[in-house]
C-alpha cells in the first residue's frame, strides 16, 4: 500500500474552496514535488496532509502504518523562527517530541536520536551554537536534523531553499537527493525552483486549483505545462499569461 494516497480531495482555507478534485499516491522511496503558481493550492495540501486543516471533501489514507505525527516537516520559515534564542542541540533535539504524549525530559533513545541526526547534516561539532547566529543555510540544516528526529520515512518541505543564495541551495538540494536516495527517506516538497528540482524529483503534482498533471518526472517534460511552466520567469507577465490561456484551452 502507498504511504500516502489522496482520493478526490476537496481543500479549503477559512470555508473557501482553494482546490479540487486531487488524486495522487506517494509510494515509499517517492521523491515528490508539488509545483504551480502561488495561491493554487500548494501550502493548503501539504497542511491538510500533515492533520493542520481538514479536508473539505474526500479522503487521506495513510499506509505501511504511516502516522501524521511520523511525519518530518519543515514550514516556511518566519522572522520570529529565524530568530530563535536556542541552541543547534535544543532545536533538533525537540524534534523527538512529535513522536510522543508530553514528556517531562527528553529520554537517552531522544538524545541518541538527535546526536544522530546533527551528524549526518554536519552539525555535531557546532552543536551548542544558538541558532539565530546561523547563516540561512546552517539554519535549514538544523531544521531537517530536526525534522529527521520526527521520522524515519517522511519528510514534507514547504520552500525550504527559499531566500538562500545559488550556492547554499545547491547544497541543500544535494542534502535533501541524499536523503532520499541514499537513506531511503521519502521526499514531498514545495518548490517554485522547478528547473533545479527536476533533475533530483522522481514524480511531479503541478497544481493548478486542481492537478494538471501527476506522474514521473520524465512523463512531465514532455508536457506542454512543463514547457510553459518551465519557461516563464517568476515575475514575466507576458510569459505567465502565455502560460494561463493554455490551462483555460484545457479546461474548455
Do not use: W
Not at 151 to 171: I, S
Request: some cysteine; overall charge positive.
Amino acid at each position: 500500500m502507498a504511504l500516502i494516497s489522496c482520493k478526490d480531495l476537496v481543500l479549503a482555507y477559512d470555508g473557501k474552496e482553494i482546490a479540487k478534485d486531487i488524486s495522487f499516491e506517494v509510494n515509499e522511496g517517492d521523491y515528490l514535488c508539488i509545483i504551480g503558481e502561488n495561491g493554487s493550492g500548494k501550502s493548503t495540501l501539504m497542511k491538510t496532509i500533515l492533520g493542520l486543516l481538514k479536508p473539505a471533501g474526500g479522503e487521506i489514507k495513510f499506509g505501511d502504518d504511516l502516522k501524521q505525527t511520523e511525519i518530518g516537516y519543515i514550514p516556511q520559515q518566519t522572522v520570529v523562527q529565524k530568530d530563535f534564542p536556542a541552541s543547534i542541540k535544543e532545536v533538533v533535539l525537540s524534534g523527538t517530541l512529535n513522536n510522543s504524549k508530553f514528556k517531562p525530559f527528553y529520554t537517552a533513545r531522544d538524545k541518541v536520536t538527535a546526536k544522530r541526526n546533527m551528524e549526518l547534516l554536519g552539525l555535531l561539532d557546532m552543536q551548542n551554537k544558538c541558532y539565530h547566529d546561523l547563516s540561512g543555510g546552517q539554519q535549514q540544516r538544523v531544521l531537517l536534523a530536526r525534522a529527521l528526529c520526527a521520522t524515519q520515512k517522511l519528510l514534507v518541505l514547504d520552500e525550504p531553499v527559499a531566500g538562500l543564495d545559488p550556492v547554499v541551495t545547491n547544497e541543500l538540494y544535494e542534502i535533501i537527493n541524499r536523503l532520499n536516495k541514499k537513506h531511503g527517506i521519502t521526499i514531498i516538497m514545495i518548490s517554485h525552483d522547478v528547473s533545479a528540482i527536476t533533475k533530483d524529483a522522481s514524480h511531479i503534482l503541478h497544481l493548478y486549483h486542481k492537478p494538471l498533471f501527476f506522474g514521473t518526472t520524465k512523463e512531465y517534460m514532455k508536457t506542454k505545462y512543463a514547457k510553459a511552466f518551465l519557461g516563464r520567469g517568476e515575475d514575466d507577465d507576458n510569459s505567465r499569461n502565455v502560460f494561463r490561456s493554455i490551462i483555460g484551452k484545457n479546461n474548455n
